[in-house]
């Protein structure tokens, strides 16, 4: 069987990138290995419009923002679920400074920062010391739910085959035609994550991992209405239960969750969260990070049947829907990427 491209990867990038290849009347094959604890699958799914300690906005959000919003609507109407909803940040001020630079920001970013209406009404659920501000909208994505109903209609179509890919078994001499393991493609794309780091057309790109845990826990008097953060984040996750995170580890031996993580969160909802938790699981994960903080989109230089949709790094819910309609165009229409995603920028180290 021939296929116009074989996708490696389905978490969030490789999602996407198969939906606007077939959307484009293209066939696929995605090649994905069933592993649990992948970053789409341990990632709480915020979209999230202003980050950091100076509370500045995200690169492109006016744009990645309402784009993804469609997007994860259109796809979960094709699915049958609901992939997407508004829940606002509420950002508990950890510092007195920490308060006054949210109040700085408030005039500059009024589309996105708020002072909620009602903060006198969180104070049953936290220790509220220096006030609260609102980022306002913010989205959840329920990448689980997404990617094992994405997973079943690919098996449907006869599109998806659930094994670890091996590279040695890639051969790609014809420019016309590449073949793996019997199936041939027309091109081949990389959607691999956190692997790509040591995929051999694509190690030279600036990838700069890092982990990130979570602990999963069961809060039951909690409402369901809004993100909370100070320090940690609690997300709303699956079955009722709340996901708590993250670290940002470059320097990591293992992906194993650490009793240090655990020891921090607890001591940290100890001063703040006035309800009763039990903690349930406890998981890491390795983010596809980069140095330049911007995805890699494009076809190898050299290898001109060899692409890479990666290097979603912290944002893959936001980058990805955008990027791989972008992408599709690129391949289908040979509309331009944009230059600060293309991995053409990386022509001279590529070219090796
Ligand atoms: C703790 C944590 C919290 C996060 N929270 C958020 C958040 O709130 N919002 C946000 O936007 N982002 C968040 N992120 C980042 C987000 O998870 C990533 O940007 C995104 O998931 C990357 O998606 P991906 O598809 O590129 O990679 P992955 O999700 O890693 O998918 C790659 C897929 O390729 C498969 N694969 C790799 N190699 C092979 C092979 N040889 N053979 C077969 N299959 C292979 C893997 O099994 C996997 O399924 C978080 C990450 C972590 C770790």
């Known amino acids: 069987m ?74 979960g109407e094709q699915l049958g679920v609901n992939l997407i909803e508004q829940i606002n940040i509420l950002d508990f001020h950890p510092t007195p400074q920490m308060m006054l630079a949210f109040k700085e920001r408030l005039p500059v970013e009024s589309d996105y920062l708020r002072v909620p209406t009602n903060e006198a009404a969180y104070q049953q659920y936290f220790s509220v010391t220096f006030g609260i501000g609102e980022i306002n909208p913010c989205y959840l994505v329920d990448l689980r739910t997404m990617i094992v109903v994405w997973r079943n209609y690919l098996k449907a179509q006869n599109a998806l085959l659930e094994t670890t890919f091996n590279i040695d078994e890639l051969k790609t001499q014809n420019l016309e035609l590449i073949t793996y393991n019997g199936y041939n493609a027309k091109a081949i794309i990389f959607a691999d994550g956190a692997a790509g780091s040591d995929n051999p057309y694509f190690y030279l790109l600036p990838y700069a991992k890092n982990k990130g845990q979570a602990i999963i826990a069961e809060i039951p008097d909690l409402p369901r209405t809004n993100i ?59 983010r596809p990070a980069n140095l330049e903080r911007r995805p890699f989109v494009g076809m190898h230089p050299v290898h001109t049947n060899i692409g890479v949709f990666n290097g979603m790094g912290t944002k893959g819910c936001s980058l990805s829907p955008y990027f791989a309609k972008q992408f599709t165009d690129a391949l289908v229409h040979q509309a331009a990427i944009n230059p600060l995603a293309d991995v053409k920028r990386f022509t001279k180290i590529l070219s090796r």
Do not use: C
């Open 2 to 75: 021939t296929y116009d491209y074989i996708i490696v990867g389905q978490g969030v990038a490789g999602t996407f990138l198969s939906w606007q290849l077939l959307q484009a009347g293209k066939t696929v094959l995605v090649i994905d290995e069933a592993k649990p604890f992948t970053a789409s699958k341990v990632a709480s799914g915020v979209i999230n419009p202003v980050t950091g300690r100076r509370i500045v906005r995200t690169w492109m959000i006016e744009t990645l923002l309402p784009f993804a919003l469609d997007a994860y609507t259109i796809l």
């Open 228 to 286: 909370y953060k100070q320090g940690i984040t609690l997300v709303p996750w699956q079955d009722n239960l709340w996901w708590i995170g993250s670290t940002y580890e470059w320097d990591f031996k293992d992906l194993e969750p650490s009793v240090d993580f655990r020891n921090k969160v607890e001591s940290q909802l100890k001063h703040w969260l006035k309800l009763p938790y039990k903690i349930v699981d406890h998981f890491a994960s390795e």
